[in-house]
């Protein structure tokens, strides 16, 4: 079993920046495509950015140009650097691991922007 551990959240003003850290308990980035969600209302998870095994990222429309997702096989670690904060970017930030048919999270990591 796989465990990812978040942090790095906090509070922050709009405008400002945090960067949120997802430790795996295993060498897995490397076959394993990584992601940060974000919850929303009605107890769903929407996709704030992707970073594929082999290094491929996505983001979501609403924070592309702000928020950079990179990994460090080596280290275990994935990154969500977050720049130029809203106020409608609190949530709790949850880390993802997947693959076929496999799937873990993290217990999700606060962060609130307000001023």
């Known amino acids: 079993q796989v465990q990812l551990v978040e942090s790095g959240g906090g509070l922050v003003q709009p405008g400002g920046s945090l960067r949120l850290s997802c430790v795996a308990s295993g060498n897995i980035f490397s076959i394993f495509d990584a992601s940060w969600y974000r919850q929303i209302p009605g107890n769903h998870r929407e996709l704030v950015a992707d970073i594929s095994s082999d290094g491929s990222t996505n983001y979501a429309p609403s924070v592309k140009g702000r928020f950079t997702i990179s990994k460090n096989n080596a280290k275990n670690t994935v990154w969500l650097q977050m720049d130029n904060l809203k106020v409608e970017d609190t949530s709790v930030y949850y880390c993802?691991?997947?693959?076929?048919?496999?799937?873990?999270w993290g217990q999700g990591t606060q962060v609130t922007v307000s001023p």
């Open positions: 993802n691991a997947a693959r076929i048919g496999v799937a873990y």
